[in-house]
């Protein structure tokens, strides 16, 4: 049985938690586990306590390039291990590579790559994962403009978030000045195709 189908079967029988121990990882107390995928050698991995590790998460504990290299003394391998300290966010389709450490107090942005290691209080994003804040500025901002259980109102769930939404939209993307105008991909294509037709007119330059 793969790892990922008895992930399942054990996180639906008796929990996230004791499903992630079965397969080996090392893991602490009070963490919230949504991602299906701790590679195929889940005992590489150690996760401290109060950890989040939201939904298409991956933890990818060895280098399958290395596949392609040999010699007279057979393939080459790289196996390395990932470790997470405690008071940790990684955020949705996050990528952690082999032999990086996460330290505590750490937030790990949505969409990143950490290709490297993490030291304590930080906030981080991006492809690579590059510093952002520190924890500390991050909690001082959330703890004075993000809203508490008592804003709540209402009964149900739906209701209780309604009432909180922040309507307000995110800034809009900067364009440089003097681009051309376009609409959508049409402008896109339009944008390489003229790219790729003034090399080709360099190109056939004498």
Not at 47 to 65: E, K, L, M, S
Not at 150 to 176: C, F, L, Y
Request: glycine share 12%; net charge positive.
């Amino acid at each position: 049985m793969s790892y990922g189908i008895k992930w399942r079967v054990l996180c639906a029988l008796r929990g996230s938690s004791y499903a992630v121990r079965a397969l080996g990882v090392k893991l602490g107390e009070g963490c919230r586990l949504y991602s299906l995928s701790f590679g195929g050698e889940p005992w590489l991995i150690s996760i401290g306590d109060r950890v989040t590790i939201t939904g298409g998460v991956q933890f990818v504990t060895h280098d399958g390039a290395t596949w392609l290299f040999r010699d007279a003394k057979g393939r080459r391998y790289r196996y390395a291990p990932i470790e997470i300290g405690s008071d940790v966010f990684i955020g949705a389709n996050s990528i952690l590579l082999p032999g990086v450490r996460i330290g505590n107090r750490v937030i790990v942005g949505a969409g990143s790559v950490v290709n490297r290691s993490i030291p304590d209080d930080c906030v981080v994003a991006g492809v690579p994962a590059k510093f952002i804040r520190t924890f500390d500025e991050f909690e001082r901002r959330v703890l004075e403009e993000f809203h508490s259980d008592g804003d709540m109102k209402g009964q149900t769930r739906r209701e209780q978030i309604d009432s909180i939404v922040d309507r307000t939209m995110a800034q809009e993307i900067q364009i440089p000045s003097g681009t051309k105008s376009g609409s959508g991909a049409e402008g896109q294509f339009s944008a390489t195709e003229q790219t790729l037709s003034e090399k080709t007119r360099h190109n056939a330059s004498p």
